[in-house]
């Protein structure tokens, strides 16, 4: 982001700095040690964009943090949003069904993202809120022009006949490699499953994104959305916002085998 944008100040935050050796951060970008869900008050108000990507489910209170976003936003300010369904999808959007080791669809990616997502909704109330965003906006009074749309992306360049899509997908494996060891040194400090476990599906996963063609052709779903700060004096929220009797966490997890039900 800093370099695609050298005339910008660029702070990046997480719960665990990055590792890159001071020369790669260019000089207008710096890292701060920043947890979304206590530290957003340490912030001064004087962001023009602010950048919330793939760390849904580490957001204990999506609604309490968009108006922590809002009172950091000057007037005007952008806030941009990014998560990821968790589960492999097929071209029409369906859930790829998980399938035993040794099937010619076993992927060693979607177990490891099941063991993922099944600790994060075992610690505590749902994250995976990107289906009610539209709500959370619009009852919070200081954001308008609230825009959201979801891309159905395939996992590696297999697709016949790609064109601009073959970048993108290209992209998609690319990142893959590197979040998918992320992912798995996430579920490995939880210490919930077998340390051996999470090692094996992690080089199965990685393997199965250098390979081509890969042994699953499926697709995740993305969603992207913004929204805009008003020009109104920031306005915290007077009540907790309350999931709606119709949510279903069972429309963000991964089904399991049988023999797990």
């Known amino acids: 982001m800093a ?102 669809q076993y992927s060693h990616f979607q177990h490891l993202l099941k063991r993922l997502a099944d600790h994060q909704f075992a610690e505590g109330p749902p994250r995976l809120l990107h289906g009610l965003w539209d709500q959370m906006y619009g009852s919070n009074p200081n954001f308008k022009d609230f825009r959201l749309q979801e891309f159905l992306l395939p996992t590696g360049p297999w697709e016949e006949g790609m064109s601009q899509r073959r970048e993108i997908a290209e992209m998609m494996a690319e990142n893959m490699l590197r979040i998918v060891r992320s992912w798995a040194d996430s579920v490995r400090s939880h210490g919930k499953y077998p340390r051996e476990e999470i090692n094996r599906l992690e080089e199965g996963a990685l393997q199965e994104f250098r390979d081509f063609p890969p ?26 916002w309350k999931l709606p009797e119709w949510f279903s966490t069972a429309d963000h997890i991964i089904p399991s085998l049988p023999e797990d039900s």
């Open 3 to 104: 370099k695609k944008f050298p005339h910008a100040n660029v702070l990046g935050s997480d719960v665990v700095l990055p590792g890159h050796p001071e020369e790669s951060v260019p000089s207008n970008c710096h890292f701060e040690f920043l947890d979304v869900n206590k530290d957003m008050g340490k912030l001064q108000e004087i962001y023009d964009v602010v950048h919330w990507r793939l760390v849904e489910s580490s957001t204990v209170d999506a609604d309490q943090f968009f108006y922590d976003v809002a009172r950091v936003l000057r007037p005007g300010g952008v806030f941009i949003a990014v998560a990821g369904d968790p589960r492999l999808l097929d071209e029409t959007g369906t859930v790829v069904p998980l399938k035993r080791e040794g099937d010619p």
């Open 215 to 240: 042994g699953v052709r499926a697709y995740q779903k993305w969603i992207f959305a913004t929204a805009v700060r008003t020009d109104s004096a920031w306005s915290a929220r007077t009540q907790p």
